[in-house]
């Protein structure tokens, strides 16, 4: 094991002594590192320990990593190893670099909820390669909004988690489609709990920014209202505070280390064998996607809640699995479709919102502290109902639209 002091410089290079003078320093990484290699089940991995700061003239922001590098065996055993130092500490995965801290804190940089970047699949390449793409890509916008929504209170971090978890909960189902597998199972299983979590946030937040807070703005001064958004506010943040305790967050990075694991586990090995062109595979997916919605959206009852959410479901499936593909067509054909599927989503995803309304304001009227406001809550109920048929119109319009575009994938 050793101890070392180290102090980087960023833009430094081996240059001839009269550029080199002229050459300063726009940040520096000055921490201690602590060093042991460890025999881990079969593989040798460096573990560093590092501790201190990267600073600029004007700023600073703290260095406590731990780095582990992989010096011989296989990248499995590095997550592998990583899960257990989790078991000991409450460790969280660091997407960011010492030097990119650096020059964030040079250009003033400010967080912001990071959205989705569909990556570029290659037109002749395999199914697995593709597949692997894709769940990388929706596990980095997860880890991208992770740390946000955990200690932010900017709800856009929450809504960019929830997409990245929508988008890779239909990866992994295709996958599964593809070839099953157990350990596969678990993961969508669990993922979709983490999910179910997340929704329920969801779903206060758009109660109080769409109900109780409007309410209150227009009725000032109305107790009963203010009790309304005052237990609303409250089963928010119990909600939060459980997304946000320290053993949910250890179970977060757990789920996202186990995942890592099984994507470099045999599964793909396997996998890869006699696998398919992406493409062909796409084109027979998206084709009984689009089947099963378009089936279920001329059987639809518009008065019928349970059939709307299920239409809902469908529409989510086939745009985000059609999203994964698009780079592998026009932009134009899948833009057009895309865009008039979005648009039915959303509507759709807004008559969901009355009906879970609906069902919360059910569930506060049941509360002590509402309980006798009945008024309130009928009050609250004709707000929430007064969207239905402008809902209602739009969902047969923008279906209507959508009906017109022509499937964009072809093989």
């Known amino acids: 094991m050793g101890s070392t002091r180290r102090a980087g410089q960023a833009g430094f290079f081996r240059v ?9 320093s726009v940040f520096v990484t000055d921490f201690y590192r602590t060093t042991r290699l460890l025999e881990w089940r079969g593989a040798q991995i460096e573990v560093c320990m590092d ?15 731990v780095e582990l590098e992989l010096k011989s065996g296989a990248a499995q055993q590095l ?36 959205k989705a970047e569909m990556p570029r699949l290659r037109k002749n390449g395999s199914l697995t390669d593709a597949l692997q793409t894709l769940i990388w890509s929706c596990l980095l916008h997860l880890q991208g909004n992770l740390r946000g929504a955990m200690d ?28 099953s597998d157990a350990q596969l199972a678990t993961l969508r299983s669990e993922f979709a709990m983490l999910g179910t979590t997340l ?38 943040a119990d909600c939060y505070m459980g997304l946000r305790s320290v053993a949910q967050r250890r179970e977060l990075q757990r789920l996202i280390l186990r995942l890592a694991i099984w994507m470099h586990g045999s599964y793909w090995q396997q996998a890869g064998e006699g696998a398919p062109h992406a493409l062909v595979f796409a084109v027979r997916y998206l084709q009984r996607l689009e089947k099963r919605y378009k089936k279920t959206e001329q059987q639809r009852d518009v008065t019928d809640y349970r059939q709307l959410h299920a239409l809902r ?50 569930d506060l009227a049941q509360t002590t502290e509402l309980s006798g406001h009945p008024q309130t809550i009928m009050l609250a109920m004709d707000w929430i109902d007064s969207n239905i048929p402008i809902n209602i119109r739009l969902l047969r319009k923008n279906s209507r639209s959508f009906n017109k575009n022509q499937a964009f994938w072809k093989a």
């Open 16 to 24: 001839a002594n009269i550029l080199r003078n002229k050459l300063k």
């Open 51 to 65: 501790h201190g700061v990267v600073k600029t003239a004007q700023h600073s922001t703290p260095i406590c990593e």
């Open 79 to 114: 997550y592998e190893l990583a899960l257990a130092l989790l078991e000991i500490a409450p460790l969280e995965l660091e997407t960011v670099s010492k030097a990119e801290h650096g020059f964030r804190l040079l250009s003033g940089y400010i967080k912001q909820p990071t």
């Open 152 to 179: 932010s209170g900017d709800a856009e971090y929450l809504h960019q988690m929830r997409i990245a978890l929508r988008r890779l909960r239909v990866v992994l189902r295709m996958t599964e489609k593809f070839r």
């Open 199 to 236: 929704g329920r946030i969801r779903e206060w937040d758009v109660f109080i920014a769409g109900v109780a807070g409007p309410l209150c703005a227009t009725r000032a001064g109305d107790d009963g209202l203010q009790v309304l958004l005052d237990v609303s506010e409250r089963q928010r």
């Open 313 to 362: 479901i469908l529409a989510k499936k086939l745009r985000y699995s059609a999203e994964c593909y698009t780079s592998l067509y026009g932009k134009k054909e899948a833009g057009n479709y895309l865009s008039a599927l979005g648009k039915v989503q959303e509507v759709l995803g807004e008559i969901n919102d009355v009906a879970v309304a609906r069902r919360l304001l059910n």
